[in-house]
Structures are given as structure tokens and as C-alpha cells.
């Protein structure tokens, strides 16, 4: 099979190709490094890079028009809603008339294309009160980012609706694994808190920032499962122009989290607490029926995930 991941590089897209490079897939990566790394892919001399920007027409219609795909996973996107508050002209760009013209570019270039699967977020809801969060939930978007991620998902069925390009888009709630950024200010805090806890083993003095009392809830899932979530969704006639909630289905809060490493570690983290943070969601946890309903089952706990994600770092 041939599969195209854009932003392939980068957290999930590095998993995912790393997976699939496993399974001996023929795969080309699309990355313009701007948080990705090449050293997050396991095998470099098994997958065809493309160093560039899916903001290049020129450089995505030479992809695809050189190449018939099967599977197109697109990832790449400016990922954090604090980079899109700074920068919202440029997160639209990237995030809104990338996805259109690649979409474009599909309908006219790819006709055997089996599915492309948009990569949303479960920012799209805000901080509507009502929970555990449906894909028929209230959409209120707080930001650019999550204003554009659910054009992005709109768009990506009305091309299925319209144009017949197989599509779906996936909602991820809080993805946690190896290979996430730790060095940005906007990486996901499990990969923040696990960088605090490194640091310290290897001598140096810090503490981690804690925004707010450290009750806030998310659901955290773990890489494995997103992978698992991806193939059910590709390889599933029934999820063709639907979307779906990529969560647990359960909840944690930071404090758990913190007392979960604290016992994978062996030593208390120094935490300094500062107010929460603007626009800080306090729940959100999302209900994953829809996706269990076409054969998702999460394998891996809040302990097992992030006694896995220990073990990763280790063997690095
Ligand atoms: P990431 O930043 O690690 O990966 C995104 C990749 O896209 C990076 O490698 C980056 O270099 C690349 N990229 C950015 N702009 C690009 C451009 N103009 N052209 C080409 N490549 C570009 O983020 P991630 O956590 O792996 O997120 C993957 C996708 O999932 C994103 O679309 C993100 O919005 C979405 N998402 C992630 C989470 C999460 O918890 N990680 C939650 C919700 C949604
Ligand atoms: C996540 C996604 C975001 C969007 C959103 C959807 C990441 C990085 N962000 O935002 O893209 O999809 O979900 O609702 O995956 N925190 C600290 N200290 C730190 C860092 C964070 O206390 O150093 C707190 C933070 O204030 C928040 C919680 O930890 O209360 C989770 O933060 P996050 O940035 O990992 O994720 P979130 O849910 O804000």
C-alpha cells in the first residue's frame, strides 16, 4: 500500500509512520521540520521525504500528480492553539487553504485513492459545558485554530459528499507518547512533565510550572490507541464522511498524573503553581461510542501509557 503523511515528522504523523514502515508500506513524508524531526523516524532509508511546506501548491500537486496513493493521512498543521493565538493568519493558511487545495489536488489527481482522514481536535468543542463530549456535541470554537480545524472537517466531508474523495476526520482529544516536542512552551504537558522529571534525574535544579490547583480533567490517550483508532478508521467502509471523538472515554486529572509519575519515578516532583492559564478549559473528556461502535477498544490505561512512555524514553 502506498500512503502519504503530511507533517510525518512530527509527534503523531512520526508514530504513525514509524508503524507503518513496520508493515513495510511504501510511504512519503511531507514535513517542513518546523517542529518535527527526522531523528523521530525510526528508518529514514524506508520512506521517501519531501522537506517542505503543504502550503507549496507547486510542491503538492508535483506529489500528486507523481504518485497515486491508497491512504493519505493529513497532519500537518500548526498543532497548538497558543502558536495560532500568536499567529492566526499564518494557522489558517496552513491549517484551512492547505487542507482545501490538497483536497482539490485529490479530486483531480487521485482516483484510486481508498481514504484521506483529517486530522482534527477536540479544541472544536471549547468550553461548552456539556460532557462527556458527542461528535453532536455544541462546536464552539475558542480560537483560530479551532475555527479552522472544523472548517478543515467540513470541508473534508463536503469533498466526500460532492466529489466522492473517500474522507473522515478524527477529533483527538489529549495524545500523550514518545517522540512529542518537550522543548516547546505549546508541547502537551505529559511530555513537559516527563522532560521536568529527566532533567532533574540528570542534576539539574527546576521545578514544573502547575497552571491552576491541578484538578483540571482531560483525556489522555496514548499513541497506541490513536494508531489503532487511525487504522479502524481507514480500513472501515461505515466511517467514510463521518467524524470521530479519538479518546479514552475516561478522565484524569493533572494531580493524578503527577502522582502516577512520581511512583514510576521514585521521587516527588518540585512543583511551583501559578494561576490558570487564559481560556483553560477545566473538563474534557470525550465519548467514544461512535468509534467503539466500529470496533475501537483502548488497550492501554493512564498507568500503562505513561509506564510505556517511561519505558520509551529509556530505550532511546
Ligand atoms: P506536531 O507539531 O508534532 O506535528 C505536526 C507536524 O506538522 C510537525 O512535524 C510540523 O513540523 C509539521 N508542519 C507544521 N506546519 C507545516 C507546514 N506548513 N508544512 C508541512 N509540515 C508542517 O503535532 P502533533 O501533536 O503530531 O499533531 C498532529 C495533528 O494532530 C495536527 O494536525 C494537530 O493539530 C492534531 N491534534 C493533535 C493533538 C495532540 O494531542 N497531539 C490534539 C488535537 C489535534
Ligand atoms: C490540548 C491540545 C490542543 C487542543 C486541545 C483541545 C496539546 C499540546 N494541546 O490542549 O492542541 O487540541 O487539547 O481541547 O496537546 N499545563 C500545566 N503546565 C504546563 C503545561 C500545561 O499546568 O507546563 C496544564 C494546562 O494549563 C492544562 C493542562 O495542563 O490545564 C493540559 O494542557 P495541554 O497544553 O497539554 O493540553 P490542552 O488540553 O490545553
Known amino acids: 500500500m502506498k500512503y502519504l503523511v503530511t507533517g510525518g515528522a512530527g509527534f503523531i504523523g512520526s508514530n504513525l ?23 523521530n523516524i525510526d528508518d529514514l532509508t524506508k520512506i521517501k521525504f519531501f522537506k517542505g511546506s503543504i502550503t507549496d501548491n507547486y510542491l503538492m500537486e508535483d506529489i500528486l500528480t507523481k504518485y497515486q496513493f491508497d491512504y493519505v493521512f493529513h497532519l500537518a498543521a500548526v498543532a497548538s ?10 494557522t489558517h493558511e496552513v491549517n484551512y487553504n492547505a487542507v482545501l487545495n490538497i483536497l482539490n489536488l485529490i479530486r483531480e489527481h487521485q482516483p484510486g485513492l ?38 478543515a472537517e467540513r470541508t473534508t466531508i463536503v469533498f466526500n459528499d460532492l466529489y466522492h474523495v473517500p474522507t473522515s476526520s478524527v477529533r483527538f482529544f489529549n495524545v500523550y507518547g514518545p517522540n512529542q516536542n518537550p522543548e516547546s512552551p505549546y508541547s502537551g504537558v505529559i511530555s513537559i512533565l516527563q522532560d521536568c522529571y529527566n532533567r532533574i534525574l540528570s542534576g539539574e ?44 472515554g475516561k478522565e484524569a486529572d493533572l494531580q ?23 481560556g483553560d478549559i477545566h473538563r474534557s473528556v470525550a465519548d467514544i461510542s461512535n468509534l ?12 500503562e501509557g505513561l509506564y510505556k512512555f517511561v519505558e520509551c524514553y529509556k530505550d532511546k
Open 81 to 90: 492553539v497558543a502558536d495560532s493565538v500568536e499567529r492566526p493568519v499564518e
Open 17 to 39: 509512520t514509524n508503524m507503518l514502515i513496520r508493515h513495510n508500506h511504501e510511504i512519503i513524508v511531507i514535513d517542513d521540520l518546523s517542529m518535527g524531526k527526522l531523528e
Open 114 to 151: 481508498k481514504r484521506f482522514v483529517f486530522a482534527s481536535s477536540a479544541a472544536v468543542y471549547g468550553d461548552d459545558p456539556e460532557l462527556p463530549k458527542k461528535e453532536t456535541s455544541p462546536i464552539k470554537p475558542m480560537t483560530q485554530y479551532a475555527i479552522d480545524k472544523f472548517a
Open 256 to 278: 493524578q498524573i503527577i502522582e502516577e509519575f512520581n511512583n514510576i519515578y521514585g521521587f516527588e516532583l518540585p512543583v511551583k503553581y501559578q494561576d490558570k492559564r487564559a
Open 205 to 248: 535544579k527546576i521545578y514544573f510550572t502547575l497552571y491552576g490547583d491541578g484538578s483540571q480533567l482531560r483525556d489522555f490517550i496514548y499513541i497506541e490507541d490513536v494508531l489503532q483508532a487511525l487504522m479502524i478508521v481507514v480500513e472501515t467502509v461505515d466511517s467514510l464522511g463521518q467524524v470521530f471523538n479519538v479518546g479514552t
Open 292 to 303: 467503539k461502535n466500529i470496533g475501537f477498544c483502548p488497550k492501554n490505561t493512564i498507568s
